[in-house]
Protein backbone atom coordinates (compact mmCIF):
# COMPACT_ATOMS: atom_id res chain seq x y z
CA UNK A 1 0.00 0.00 0.00
CA UNK A 2 1.81 3.51 -0.86
CA UNK A 3 -0.31 5.50 1.46
CA UNK A 4 1.41 3.31 4.69
CA UNK A 5 4.71 4.05 3.21
CA UNK A 6 4.12 7.61 3.85
CA UNK A 7 3.62 7.16 7.21
CA UNK A 8 6.93 4.93 7.79
CA UNK A 9 8.68 8.60 8.61
CA UNK A 10 6.06 9.39 11.35
CA UNK A 11 6.16 5.87 12.87
CA UNK A 12 9.90 5.92 12.93
CA UNK A 13 10.15 9.46 14.77
CA UNK A 14 7.40 8.61 17.24
CA UNK A 15 8.73 5.68 18.18
CA UNK A 16 12.27 7.50 18.66
CA UNK A 17 10.74 10.66 20.28
CA UNK A 18 8.25 8.09 22.39
CA UNK A 19 11.54 6.11 23.66
CA UNK A 20 13.51 9.87 24.79
CA UNK A 21 10.88 11.01 26.64
CA UNK A 22 9.34 7.63 28.40
CA UNK A 23 12.92 6.95 29.33
CA UNK A 24 14.02 10.46 30.58
CA UNK A 25 10.23 10.68 32.70
CA UNK A 26 10.89 7.54 34.86
CA UNK A 27 14.19 8.38 35.31
CA UNK A 28 13.14 11.18 37.09
CA UNK A 29 10.06 9.17 38.45
CA UNK A 30 12.07 6.62 39.61
CA UNK A 31 15.17 8.88 41.28
CA UNK A 32 12.79 12.42 42.47
CA UNK A 33 16.38 13.38 44.91
CA UNK A 34 18.82 12.98 42.30
CA UNK A 35 15.92 15.13 39.65
CA UNK A 36 15.18 17.84 42.55
CA UNK A 37 18.82 18.17 43.25
CA UNK A 38 19.87 18.99 39.33
CA UNK A 39 16.35 21.29 39.44
CA UNK A 40 17.85 23.06 42.19
CA UNK A 41 21.61 23.16 40.81
CA UNK A 42 20.06 25.72 38.20
CA UNK A 43 19.43 28.17 41.29
CA UNK A 44 16.59 29.94 38.71
CA UNK A 45 13.47 28.23 41.00
CA UNK A 46 12.07 29.22 44.61
CA UNK A 47 10.88 25.68 46.27
CA UNK A 48 7.22 26.03 45.39
CA UNK A 49 8.52 26.23 41.74
CA UNK A 50 11.09 23.52 42.54
CA UNK A 51 8.75 21.40 43.46
CA UNK A 52 6.46 21.76 40.66
CA UNK A 53 8.59 20.92 38.42
CA UNK A 54 9.98 18.04 39.97
CA UNK A 55 6.21 16.80 40.71
CA UNK A 56 5.19 17.82 36.91
CA UNK A 57 7.91 17.62 34.61
CA UNK A 58 7.90 13.53 34.20
CA UNK A 59 4.19 13.28 33.90
CA UNK A 60 4.14 15.89 30.95
CA UNK A 61 6.92 13.97 29.27
CA UNK A 62 5.21 10.83 29.61
CA UNK A 63 1.93 12.10 28.47
CA UNK A 64 3.38 13.77 25.74
CA UNK A 65 5.24 10.77 24.41
CA UNK A 66 2.36 8.40 24.88
CA UNK A 67 -0.16 11.00 22.87
CA UNK A 68 2.15 10.96 20.05
CA UNK A 69 0.31 8.04 19.28
CA UNK A 70 -3.03 9.26 19.35
CA UNK A 71 -4.12 10.28 16.16
CA UNK A 72 -6.33 13.38 18.13
CA UNK A 73 -3.60 14.57 20.05
CA UNK A 74 -0.21 13.93 18.27
CA UNK A 75 0.26 17.16 16.86
CA UNK A 76 -0.56 18.90 20.08
CA UNK A 77 2.09 16.45 21.76
CA UNK A 78 4.45 17.04 19.37
CA UNK A 79 4.48 20.77 19.91
CA UNK A 80 4.36 20.70 23.67
CA UNK A 81 7.44 18.33 23.16
CA UNK A 82 8.89 21.55 20.85
CA UNK A 83 7.75 24.10 23.41
CA UNK A 84 9.41 22.00 26.31
CA UNK A 85 12.59 21.03 24.04
CA UNK A 86 13.62 24.44 23.02
CA UNK A 87 12.67 25.59 26.98
CA UNK A 88 15.63 22.39 27.62
CA UNK A 89 17.82 23.61 25.34
CA UNK A 90 18.12 27.41 26.25
CA UNK A 91 18.45 26.40 29.79
CA UNK A 92 21.28 23.86 29.78
CA UNK A 93 22.95 26.32 26.71
CA UNK A 94 22.51 29.14 29.43
CA UNK A 95 23.60 26.80 32.68
CA UNK A 96 26.82 25.92 30.13
CA UNK A 97 27.57 29.33 29.07
CA UNK A 98 27.11 30.68 32.80
CA UNK A 99 29.80 27.85 33.63
CA UNK A 100 27.71 25.89 35.76
CA UNK A 101 28.93 22.56 36.48
CA UNK A 102 25.48 20.70 37.52
CA UNK A 103 23.53 18.01 36.34
CA UNK A 104 21.30 18.75 33.45
CA UNK A 105 18.48 16.19 35.10
CA UNK A 106 17.62 15.01 31.48
CA UNK A 107 18.09 10.79 32.29
CA UNK A 108 19.10 10.48 35.66
CA UNK A 109 22.12 11.68 37.36
CA UNK A 110 25.25 12.30 36.16
CA UNK A 111 25.60 13.90 32.91
CA UNK A 112 26.57 17.25 33.46
CA UNK A 113 26.03 20.68 31.19
CA UNK A 114 27.47 21.15 28.43
CA UNK A 115 28.01 21.62 25.02
CA UNK A 116 26.88 17.42 24.44
CA UNK A 117 24.22 18.42 26.03
CA UNK A 118 23.29 21.42 24.62
CA UNK A 119 23.55 19.75 21.10
CA UNK A 120 21.85 16.50 21.89
CA UNK A 121 18.73 18.41 22.76
CA UNK A 122 19.09 20.46 19.64
CA UNK A 123 19.11 17.62 17.56
CA UNK A 124 16.15 16.69 19.24
CA UNK A 125 14.41 19.50 18.69
CA UNK A 126 14.82 19.51 14.98
CA UNK A 127 13.64 15.70 14.90
CA UNK A 128 10.30 17.01 16.68
CA UNK A 129 9.96 19.75 14.59
CA UNK A 130 10.01 17.17 11.34
CA UNK A 131 7.92 15.16 13.12
CA UNK A 132 5.61 18.19 13.92
CA UNK A 133 5.31 19.18 10.24
CA UNK A 134 4.06 15.38 9.37
CA UNK A 135 1.79 15.32 11.61
CA UNK A 136 0.17 18.45 10.26
CA UNK A 137 0.38 16.32 6.59
CA UNK A 138 -0.60 13.31 7.74
Known amino acids: MPGRKQHRPL ?13 SGMSKIA ?4 FAGAVAGYGIWNDRGRSL ?5 PLIEITFA ?3 WSRPFRFW ?10 SFTALVTWA ?3 GLRIPC ?3 G ?14 ALLAIEVIYLRLCSKY
Do not use: H, K, Q, Y
Open 53 to 57: VVAGL
Open 77 to 86: AAAGLVALTA
Open 31 to 34: DPGA
Open 109 to 122: PGELVGPSTSIRDA
Open 105 to 107: GCF
Open 11 to 23: IVLATLLSAVFLT
Open 66 to 68: LAL
Open 96 to 98: WMA
